[in-house]
């Protein structure tokens, strides 16, 4: 099935350090999604963006929703020990059936 | 409000068996949707149950099907199962079949393996 590109798989970083890392499409969505999973547990939605070129704050999260409608960024400033587990975006068009298209994932550890 | 509550929490399987997984929806949402997490992989669309009927359905074959009972809990069906099954797969529930996507909540999913 159809997943978005997502990038980085993976990064190692120091606490208080910023991150930023970013979702692409070949296809347009209507609304932009970051979740963050932990181990063992489901994604939990950080912030939803609904329109193109919109940014979108949650604390130390910021999100923006490309003007394309085709891509999506999150950074996430000072991190903290518990910012460490899997980032994904995911894309939703409307339509009939309302189904999540989700990125691989970032994995995000956070050295203390 | 009580959130997502899915069952078992894992299980392991032969191939060539049967096995059905088990959502309860959280309160007041109406909409049940299925979602396939192999390793490593973000999750991937099944199907979306809502007014008891399939309401859009991923690329997988008819040997993954389900229901949704009265109360909105929702039940998933695997036939014939594979290796490659092995997998989490997560449950979500919305209300209004999760118009714009942001009313999904997930649960904390249900471990397959199929040996």
């Known amino acids: 099935g159809q997943q978005l590109n997502q990038s980085p798989q993976s990064m190692f970083i120091q606490e208080g350090e910023d991150v930023s890392m970013n979702c692409t499409s070949s296809s347009i969505f209507n609304t932009w999604l970051w979740y963050k999973q932990d181990p063992g547990e489901g994604p939990v939605l950080l912030i939803a963006l609904y329109k193109a070129g919109e940014l979108t704050s949650n604390g130390r999260l910021t999100a923006q929703f490309g003007i394309t409608r085709k891509d999506s960024f999150l950074n996430i400033s000072a991190s903290i020990p518990s910012d460490v587990g899997i980032y994904f975006c995911?894309?939703?068009?409307?339509?009939?059936?309302?189904?999540?298209?989700f990125g691989k994932g970032t994995l995000l550890t956070v050295n203390p | 409000e009580t959130g997502v509550t899915q069952s078992p929490t894992h299980l392991i399987k032969t191939r060539g068996q049967q096995v059905t997984l088990r959502c309860s929806s959280q309160s007041g949402h109406n909409t049940v949707s299925w979602y396939q997490q192999a390793l490593g992989q973000g999750p991937q669309f099944i199907f979306q149950?809502?007014?008891?009927?399939?309401?859009g359905r991923g690329n997988f074959p008819p040997r993954f099907s389900g229901l949704q009972f009265p109360n909105y809990s929702s039940e998933l069906n695997v036939n014939a199962l594979e290796l490659d099954d092995s997998a989490l797969y997560l449950c979500a529930s919305s209300l209004e079949q999760g118009r714009g996507g942001y009313g999904y909540t997930f649960g904390s999913g249900t471990r397959l393996t199929v040996v």
């Open positions: 149950y809502y007014r008891e009927e399939e309401n």
């Open positions: 995911a894309g939703h068009s409307g339509g009939s059936n309302y189904k999540l298209t």
